[in-house]
């Protein structure tokens, strides 16, 4: 054997030990819980949901009960809290009559505004509480 083989052998080895001694000093990764990696839901994601039910059930199916009315999502709004409005129809910058809304942090839905004083207040309540659970169904 020459020398210069020799180095190279008592090279490898040291390089080998130095690998082997260095991952025994490392930490493994830390395992996450699966039930951790799901995505929960957001108050963006349920009120997209809840929005896409009502324009559908409300009004793609032109229920006359929300025939005077338009929808207006504002699911990006200013104060942090997804919602919805229902305007008078054709008149987008009135007053809402009804606002729905996503609180933060919870899965609890705000609804409010004077349409939750008539007859039809009984029946948007219902349907708001159904889609908030993930029935997407229309019952009218």
């Not at 929300?66 to 207006?72: E, I, V």
Request: hydrophobic share 40%; net charge positive; aromatic share 6%.
């Amino acid at each position: 054997m020459t020398v210069a083989s020799g180095l190279r052998a008592a090279l490898i080895s040291v390089s080998a030990a130095g690998i082997v001694a260095l991952s025994a000093c490392s930490t493994p990764a830390p395992t996450v819980p699966r039930a951790a990696t799901t995505k929960a839901e957001s108050g963006l994601d349920r009120m997209e949901r809840v929005t896409l039910a009502a324009n559908r059930c409300w009004f793609k199916s032109n229920d006359p009960a929300f025939a005077r009315y338009s929808l207006a999502p504002e699911l990006s709004s200013f104060s942090g809290k997804p919602r919805f409005l229902l305007v008078p129809k054709g008149r987008a910058e009135a007053k809402p009559l009804l606002v729905v809304e996503a609180q933060p942090g919870s899965r609890a839905l705000s609804t409010y505004g004077p349409v939750m004083g008539t007859s039809l207040g009984a029946r948007v309540d219902s349907d708001i509480r159904r889609w908030n659970t993930g029935d997407g169904s229309c019952r009218a």
